[in-house]
């Protein structure tokens, strides 16, 4: 039973909602609800005040003329999904592979998954490794914060109490270089244990970023072999070596350890980079 009395606003602009924030300092935004409503329920959270982002249009999916993807903060997971042309394959793949079940992925938006800032999920990894720009309206105005600044510690970002997140812009840059994406987890319902994205900007480059298993998303950058074309053993040993010996802070919960965590971090980071290679390999044949 909610044990709060809270009421429940609905605004249909920006501008009503973030007065709405602003005015009443227990106020809090509400997007799918899928965590909050538990946290009412269970009376960890209890907010005089809920601003619901559904009639802001925070539900569209927009590509720019320079190829920019722009994502309301409202867009559910399944609308990722089916928006698969239009969307970064990466998001589009991290989307379709979010356990919970339809229910979880018909409600839950993708702007409640980055201001959560759970460490042991996907969201902040993907939209690190997309260098996403995340754009935050409050009463001091309009403001885009890097997503690898947003994600400050584990349930814990860089938006002010009262700002409310509208949007997400991926570059067009990110959007087309062959990626790889792992997620490890316990079952099929569970959260990820660890997860890795890897994006190749070059034939020279990968840019891994590790989540889940680390309190925010970590970004390593590897040289690479242009001719490579898979890692072999030894470099599989190199590059699990390498994440071990350059992370030093590792996430634990309920359902992993530090040590097990960082065991198989190594492990997604392996196989998201030869998936990347996979895809490499694949758009250099198409051309
Ligand atoms: C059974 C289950 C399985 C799951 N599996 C996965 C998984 O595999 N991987 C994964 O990554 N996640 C997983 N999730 C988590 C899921 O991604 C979150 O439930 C979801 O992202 C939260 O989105 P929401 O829109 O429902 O957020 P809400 O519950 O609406 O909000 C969450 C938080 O974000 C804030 N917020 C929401 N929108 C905004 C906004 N626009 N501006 C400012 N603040 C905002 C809220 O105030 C609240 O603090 C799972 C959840 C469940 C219940």
């Given at each position: 039973m909610i044990g709060t009395r809270t009421?429940?606003?609905?605004?249909?602009?920006?501008?009503?909602?973030?007065?709405?924030?602003?005015?009443n300092s227990t106020a809090m935004v509400i997007g799918g609800g899928t965590i909050t409503m538990p946290r009412l329920s269970d009376g960890q959270w209890h907010p005089e005040h809920l601003v619901d982002t559904t009639a802001l249009g925070l539900d569209r999916i927009h590509v720019e003329y320079d190829g920019t993807v722009t994502i309301g903060a409202a867009v559910t997971y399944s609308k990722l999904s089916a928006a698969a042309s239009a969307v970064p394959g990466l998001l589009g793949l991290v989307a379709s592979g979010i356990t919970?079940?339809?229910?979880?992925?018909?409600q839950a938006t993708i702007?409640?998954?980055?201001?959560?800032?759970n460490p042991a999920s996907d969201i902040p990894t993907a939209l690190v490794a997309l260098d996403a720009r995340l754009t935050l309206h409050g009463h001091q105005g309009v403001r885009t914060v890097?997503?690898?600044?947003?994600?400050?510690?584990?349930?814990?970002?860089?938006?002010?109490?009262?700002?409310?997140l509208t949007g997400i812009a991926i570059p067009a840059g990110a959007t087309a270089n062959p990626?790889?994406?792992?997620?490890?987890?316990?079952?099929?319902?569970?959260?990820?244990?660890?997860?890795?994205?890897?994006?190749?900007?070059?034939?020279?480059?990968?840019?891994?970023?590790?989540?889940?298993?680390?309190?925010?998303?970590i970004t390593i950058d590897l040289a690479l072999d242009p001719e490579i074309e898979h890692l072999?053993?030894?470099?599989?040993?190199?590059?699990?070596?390498?994440?071990?010996?350059?992370?030093?802070?590792?996430?634990?919960?309920?359902?992993?350890?530090?040590?097990?965590?960082?065991?198989?971090?190594?492990?997604?980071?392996?196989?998201?980079?030869?998936?990347?290679?996979?895809?490499?390999?694949?758009q250099g044949g198409d051309q």
């Open positions: 009421v429940y606003h609905e605004p249909t602009d920006i501008a009503a909602a973030v007065d709405l924030l602003a005015a919970g079940g339809p229910q979880i992925r018909n702007g409640g998954a980055a201001c959560y800032a890097a997503a690898s600044d947003f994600f400050q510690a584990p349930f814990r970002t860089s938006a002010h109490r009262a700002e409310l990626f790889g994406y792992i997620k490890l987890k316990r079952s099929e319902s569970s959260w990820p244990l660890a997860v890795c994205a890897a994006r190749l900007p070059d034939p020279t480059r990968c840019t891994l970023v590790i989540g889940a298993a680390t309190p925010t998303p072999a053993p030894e470099q599989t040993a190199a590059v699990r070596d390498h994440i071990d010996a350059t992370i030093d802070t590792w996430w634990f919960d309920e359902l992993g350890t530090a040590a097990y965590r960082r065991h198989i971090a190594g492990v997604a980071a392996t196989r998201a980079l030869d998936q990347a290679l996979r895809r490499a390999r694949a």
